[in-house]
């Protein structure tokens, strides 16, 4: 460790260029439990599912966690440039991970255009990650409209008033919009009085990797990747191959 290494404080208050541009904050060790192959799920289906529920029981129990179905999704744009953003994994079956987004959404345009895609849920407190590639599918309107019965009064509302990614002149003309929504449908606890708005939309990951890794001391981590070696779903145990990766 050399002079203004001992801690942020310390990286934050040198002066000069070679200091300023070096985030350095403080190390932790990542003191997982890891993964290993005996432990392994038999499909990526599986394995995920168990980590999602430990990151749902870490977020209920431990609370050190907030929205452990977050997850960043990347798609690239006309020039292939790469954009990402965080959603909420609000499907996820044996057809992969999926979210809803609105037609009018960038992410939509770019999917349109290019329906590589990749996914990556972190639970930092758990040292663990997984990583999600494939291809985008759209997800049918009927399991659009279930889930969004499940979705609250004001949020609904907000949908209405939302032309996701689309530029808008001030918060105030946003809050205009909800207004005229919400006194189109005022919240009466009637279910379905809200109707599925028309640029309501949603897409899962075919997914064609599925990487899970586990942080471990002195960053000798674990990485194990289930690769697609045939025909199936990520619930297909012979539709995949494990392999290793260093970390
Ligand atoms: C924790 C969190 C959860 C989010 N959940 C969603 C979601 O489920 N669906 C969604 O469309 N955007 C969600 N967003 C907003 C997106 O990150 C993003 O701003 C939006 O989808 C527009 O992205 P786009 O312009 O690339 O299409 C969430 C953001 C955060 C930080």
Do not use: N
């Given at each position: ?6 801690s ?16 350095v904050t403080?190390r ?19 394995q995920a599912?168990?980590w999602?529920?430990?990151a749902?029981a ?17 798609t690239?744009d ?30 939509a345009?770019?999917?349109a ?6 996914a ?9 990650a997984?990583?999600f ?9 009927g399991?659009l409209?279930a889930?969004w ?7 609904r509302?907000?949908?209405w ?5 689309q530029?808008?002149a ?9 207004a ?5 449908w ?12 028309d640029?309501?939309a949603?897409w899962?990951?075919?997914?064609d990797?599925v990487?899970?890794?586990a ?15 045939g025909v199936g779903?990520?619930d297909?145990a012979?539709?995949?191959r ?5 970390p």
């Open positions: 460790m050399g002079p203004g290494w001992a942020a404080t310390d990286a934050y208050v040198m002066e000069g260029p070679a200091y300023a541009r070096i985030m403080e932790i060790d990542y003191t997982g439990v890891g993964l290993d192959e005996a432990s392994l799920a038999p499909t990526p289906y599986l599912r168990g999602v529920a430990d749902e870490r977020a209920r129990d431990v609370g050190d966690l907030p929205e452990p179905t977050a997850m960043a999704v990347a690239v006309a020039d292939l440039v790469p954009d990402v953003r965080v959603v909420l994994m609000r499907f996820f079956d044996e057809r992969g991970p999926g979210f809803v987004s609105s037609t009018t959404a960038t992410k345009a770019q999917i255009a290019h329906d590589g895609i990749a990556v849920m972190t639970w930092v407190p758990l040292f663990r997984i990583r590639r494939g291809h985008a599918e759209p997800v049918a309107a399991e409209a889930y019965e499940s979705r609250p009064w004001g949020a509302i907000s949908a008033a939302s032309a996701q990614s530029p808008v001030s918060r105030a003309a946003l809050e205009s919009a909800y005229t929504y919400a006194a189109r005022p919240e009466r606890g009637i279910r379905g009085e809200v109707p599925v708005p640029d309501w949603g899962r990951i075919r997914c990797s990487e899970f890794w942080g471990r001391v002195d960053r000798l981590h674990d990485r194990l990747r289930f690769v697609r070696a779903t990520l297909d012979g539709a995949w494990v392999e290793r990766l260093q």
